[in-house]
C-alpha cells in the first residue's frame, strides 16, 4: 500500500462530497482525505492507485490536480497551470454570458421604447442590467452545481464574482464606445461586427483575476 498527497482545485465542502462516492467506490482506496485548510487544497489517497488513478477520478467530476507531490508545480510557475486556465475559461464564459443578457436585454428596451436616452446613462443602466443578470445565472449555476441553498448560492455569487463582472461589464461597454461611438442602433450590422472585440475585451479582461482566485484562494465564478 502507498500513499499519494496531490494538491487540487477543490475549494469546498461541496466540492469533497462530489468526489466521494467516487473514491469510496473505488476499492484500491484503502483510507483517503481532502485539508481544506492547507495551501493546494491536497487530497491524500492510500491504497493501491497511481497519481493519474486519482488524477482521473477528480477529472471525472470536474476537479484537478495542480500540483505534483512534493510541492513542485505541474507549470513552470504561478500562472502556467493548463487545468486551472480551462476552468477560469468556463467561469469567464458563464460570467460573459451572464452580463450579455442584461447589457443587451436593457439597450434593446431603451432604443425601443426610451429612445432619447442619452449614452452616458445607457452605459450605466446596461452595465447595472448585466450584473443583475449574472448574478442571477450564477446564483442558479451554484444553486445547481454545489447544492447550496439560494440564499447562501446568492451570498456567493455576490462575493466571488462581483469584481470579475463589473471589470467585464466595464470593458465591454468601453470597447463598445469606442468602437461605435454610441451611436449605432442594433439593427445596424456594425453594431454586432462591433460585438466581437467587445466579447473579446469582456472575457479577456477578468480572465486573470479569475485564474488568480482558483490559484490563490480556490474561488471561482461558480
Same mark, same amino acid.
Given at each position: ?6 494538491? %487540487? ?7 469533497? &462530497? ?18 481544506? =485548510? ?10 493501491? $492507485? ?7 477520478? $477528480? ?29 477560469? &475559461? #468556463?467561469?469567464? *464564459?458563464?460570467?460573459?454570458?451572464? @452580463?450579455?443578457?442584461?447589457? #443587451?436585454? /436593457?439597450?434593446?428596451?431603451? =432604443?425601443?421604447?426610451?429612445?432619447? %436616452? ?37 451570498? /456567493?455569487? *455576490?462575493? /466571488? ?12 461597454? $468601453? %470597447?463598445?464606445?469606442?468602437? %461605435? ?11 454586432? $461586427?462591433? #460585438? ?24 471561482? @465564478?461558480?
Amino acid at each position: 500500500m502507498k500513499t499519494i498527497r496531490l494538491a %487540487t482545485d477543490l475549494h469546498c465542502g461541496n466540492c469533497v &462530497a462530489k468526489l466521494k462516492p467516487v473514491l469510496d467506490g473505488d476499492r484500491r482506496v484503502h483510507q483517503w482525505s481532502v485539508d481544506l =485548510q492547507q495551501p493546494g487544497h491536497p487530497v491524500t489517497v492510500s491504497g493501491e $492507485l497511481s497519481a493519474k488513478d486519482i488524477e482521473h477520478h $477528480l477529472n471525472s467530476v470536474g476537479y484537478h490536480v495542480v500540483r505534483e507531490a512534493g510541492g513542485a508545480t505541474t507549470g513552470n510557475g504561478f500562472w502556467s497551470e493548463r487545468p486551472l486556465w480551462s476552468r477560469a &475559461a #468556463f467561469n469567464t *464564459l458563464s460570467c460573459l454570458l451572464g @452580463c450579455s443578457i442584461g447589457d #443587451f436585454g /436593457m439597450i434593446i428596451y431603451l =432604443q425601443a421604447f426610451h429612445p432619447g %436616452t442619452s449614452m452616458a446613462v445607457q452605459m450605466v443602466l446596461a452595465i447595472l442590467a448585466g450584473l443583475a443578470t449574472s448574478v442571477a445565472l450564477e446564483t442558479v449555476l451554484m444553486r445547481k452545481r454545489e447544492r447550496l441553498t439560494w440564499g447562501l448560492a446568492l451570498r /456567493m455569487a *455576490l462575493s /466571488m464574482s462581483f469584481v470579475s463582472m463589473v471589470s467585464m461589464e466595464v470593458a465591454m461597454n $468601453l %470597447t463598445d464606445f469606442m468602437i %461605435t461611438g454610441g451611436r449605432l442602433a442594433l439593427a445596424d450590422p456594425r453594431y454586432w $461586427l462591433a #460585438f466581437v472585440p467587445s466579447a473579446l475585451a469582456g472575457f479577456l479582461v477578468p480572465l486573470p483575476y479569475n485564474y488568480y482566485q482558483l490559484k490563490k484562494h480556490g474561488k471561482a @465564478c461558480h
